[in-house]
């Protein structure tokens, strides 16, 4: 498994805590979106922020997209 799945399993994890939902539930909202490739595109930027910060970026492009 690469280390960019590795990371966006971890980070669907987190946020779905985040959310107090789980990891399926945000996935599937992710998906329905259409923002789970961007996401997953995003590792570069995510694995070296805080958290929260992914987390502050993903409900940004989760709004721009509904």
């Given at each position: 498994m690469s280390r960019e799945m590795q990371f966006f399993m971890y980070?669907?994890?987190r946020y779905a805590g985040y959310k107090n939902s789980t990891a399926g539930d945000?996935?599937?909202e992710w998906d329905e979106l259409g923002v789970k490739n961007k996401i997953y595109d995003m590792y570069e930027l995510y694995?070296?922020?805080a958290?929260?910060?992914a987390f502050a970026?993903?409900?940004r492009?989760?709004?721009e997209a509904q």
């Amino acid at each position: 498994m690469s280390r960019e799945m590795q990371f966006f399993m971890y980070l669907i994890e987190r946020y779905a805590g985040y959310k107090n939902s789980t990891a399926g539930d945000v996935l599937t909202e992710w998906d329905e979106l259409g923002v789970k490739n961007k996401i997953y595109d995003m590792y570069e930027l995510y694995h070296t922020e805080a958290n929260e910060n992914a987390f502050a970026d993903i409900d940004r492009l989760m709004a721009e997209a509904q």
